[in-house]
């Protein structure tokens, strides 16, 4: 069967994976493929118009809590996938804080099987570093690479025995793949809510300091650095976690990192505006304001590679409950290219170039893939963006099941409006087209 060929015409062209940024060049794709001019041959060859708009090769959310086993209240892959693909996505990592955790081979294939067959964004499963995330004994991480898991990761909870830290690491140096840690210490952060400090102290809510988070992030970097392992550093907020970052740079240690839109957007300021909404809970809390400009200033030197949203959607009863009960979470993958839009390239932080590298590059270098950009014969996973676009937050219009979002009525700038997955339209000027027709692998 022939399909229709693809040609995207006109646009500014920012494509990371090869370090260029261009305006002018047609690009086709033939066969799910990218394609030279003449590769198209007889087949109907349906043209995108560009004009105005930014092509960027791959996307990848490497950060994502799809809830499928178990928690389908929450979301399913198929929601999830259908978040993704409007949010301009064509990869999610799975975390695997799932019901049960996805902590065998059979759960990680499942899930990516799953995933393929819904075919709107490619899912890698992230596999659980602990049984049952419990930090007390290894998953079988060899098993569960074979079965395709790219990552591990036991996020929702920290790795809190840095002997099991240290064997995972160990691990990780063989098999080449990270692990992903959510740096906090527990018996800092045990029952609280939200940052430490005067203005959630105020309203009488459970506080914790930065420091449970980098003394983690900085234990973390020392083991990396001890045995060889990858490490990847999520959401990371503390000035003090960045120094760790910093520190890891200058000893060569294979150490990345991450940032969210929301917590480089939002402040605890967001409390006096949503007051005991747990719409601003989250996990680590939003931090204070110059906390917030040095995670923007370390994503400026280099220090952080990837921005992921941490997409964490919740029931709405769940978020109904007062502050200290509900469950933390922000459902963000419909704005996580926004977000990097307005609290980086607006402001003029970053060129595009350097903001889409943290959405594709980044997180490739982090998962140790290869992809070759927008180059013949490379899977053509592209998403068009409309940089200009200023729009007002609407939870209501998600294709998430999560409408949990302290950016609900604010006003962000840049929208994916095309999102293609292996050659396939699976969304187009906002509308997430179908599901089921791409075979992803
Ligand atoms: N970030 C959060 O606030 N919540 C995440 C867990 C996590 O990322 O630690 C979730 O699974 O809901
Ligand atoms: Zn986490
Ligand atoms: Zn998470």
């Known amino acids: 069967m022939t399909t229709e060929a693809i040609r995207i015409r006109g646009g500014r062209i920012i494509d990371p994976y090869r370090g260029l940024d261009h305006a002018g060049e047609d690009i086709l794709i033939v066969d799910g493929r990218f394609a030279t001019g003449t590769e198209a041959g007889k087949r109907p060859v349906r043209i995108i118009d560009a004009q105005g708009l930014w092509v960027v090769p791959r996307i990848v959310d490497m950060h994502v809590h799809l809830r499928e086993p178990g928690q389908t209240h929450k979301e399913t892959i198929e929601s999830g996938s259908r978040a993704a693909a409007r949010g301009g996505v064509a990869v999610v990592g799975a975390m695997p804080n799932t019901t049960p955790v996805m902590d065998t081979p059979e759960l990680v294939q499942w899930v990516q099987w799953k995933g393929d067959a819904i075919g709107l964004t490619r899912v890698w499963p992230i596999g659980a ?72 102290g105020k309203m009488g809510l459970a506080g914790m300091p930065e420091a449970a988070e980098s003394v983690m992030v900085w234990r973390d970097v020392l083991l990396a650095g001890l045995t060889g392992g990858r490490l990847h550093v999520a959401h990371v907020t503390a000035p003090e976690s960045l120094e760790a970052l910093s520190y890891a740079r200058s000893h060569h240690f294979l150490v990345s990192a991450e940032a969210t839109p929301h917590h480089l957007l939002l402040s605890e ?128 219009r998600f294709y998430s099941q999560g409408k949990n979002t302290p950016f609900a009525g604010h006003t962000l700038v840049g929208d994916a409006v095309y999102t293609i997955v292996g050659g396939q339209i699976v969304m187009e000027e906002g509308e997430v087209l179908h599901a089921g027709l791409s075979n992803l692998r």
């Open 269 to 396: 300021d967001a409390l006096q505006e949503w007051g005991y909404d747990p719409v601003t809970k989250v996990n680590p809390p939003l931090r204070t304001v110059s906390s917030r400009r040095a995670l923007i200033l370390a994503m400026t030197q280099g220090l952080v590679e990837v921005v992921a949203s941490d997409h964490a959607p919740h029931h709405a009863d769940e978020k109904a409950r007062p502050y200290g009960d509900a469950p933390f979470g922000i459902s963000g993958l419909e704005t996580l290219v926004a977000g990097v839009i307005t609290a980086l390239v607006q402001p003029g932080h970053m060129t595009p170039l350097q903001a889409m590298a943290l959405l594709t590059r980044g997180p490739h270098q982090a998962l140790n893939q290869p992809y070759a950009g927008i180059s013949p014969g490379e899977v053509a996973d592209v998403t068009l963006i409309d940089p200009q676009k200023s729009w007002v937050v609407d939870p209501a």
């Open 129 to 200: 570093v602990s049984r049952d995330s419990a930090s007390e004994e290894l998953a079988d991480l060899y098993r569960m690479q074979e079965a395709g898991a790219v990552a591990f990761s036991d996020d929702g909870r920290p790795v809190g025995s840095s002997r099991l830290m240290r064997a995972a690491l160990s691990y990780s140096a063989t098999l080449r793949t990270p692990i992903i840690n959510h740096a906090q210490d527990p018996s800092l952060s045990a029952g609280a809510v939200v940052n430490e400090g005067p203005i959630g």
